[in-house]
């Protein structure tokens, strides 16, 4: 059964940055990707930052973060990273991390942690 843990949300100023990680355990196919979504209180869930493809370092962002936050995994492919730089009070919301199974797709979604962009 394929677990996310996500590490690394928090209260940060204005400004200020924050690192997510999520890594991933009980991978049993070959073929995935994995990224980041968000969702702020009372607006639907969006993408942030997903890598696009399995092996090649193929990314996708949300117009409002580009810039701003950057998506990494390890070599091994099963922990991602997302560095928020110049965090605005808008970046406030629940970061899911998500792994997004190619064959027969199927999503599989982490806790939530919550980044609070705040005064």
């Known amino acids: 059964q394929v677990q996310l843990v996500e590490s690394g949300g928090g209260l940060v100023q204005p400004g200020g940055s924050l690192r997510l990680s999520c890594a991933a355990s009980?991978?049993?196919?070959?073929?995935?990707?994995m990224g980041w979504y968000r969702q702020a209180p009372g607006k639907q869930r969006e993408l942030v930052a997903v890598?696009?493809?399995?092996?090649?370092?193929?990314?996708k962002y949300a117009d409002s973060v580009k810039g701003r936050f950057t998506i990494s995994r390890d070599s091994a492919g099963n922990t991602v990273f997302l560095q928020m730089n110049s965090l605005e009070p808008e970046d406030t919301a629940v970061y899911y991390c998500?792994?997004?199974?190619?064959?027969?797709?199927?999503?599989?979604w982490g806790q939530g942690t919550q980044v609070t962009g705040s005064l």
């Open positions: 009980g991978i049993s196919f070959r073929l995935y990707t």
């Open positions: 890598f696009t493809s399995t092996f090649v370092q193929s990314t």
């Open positions: 998500n792994l997004h199974r190619i064959p027969a797709p199927f999503d599989y």
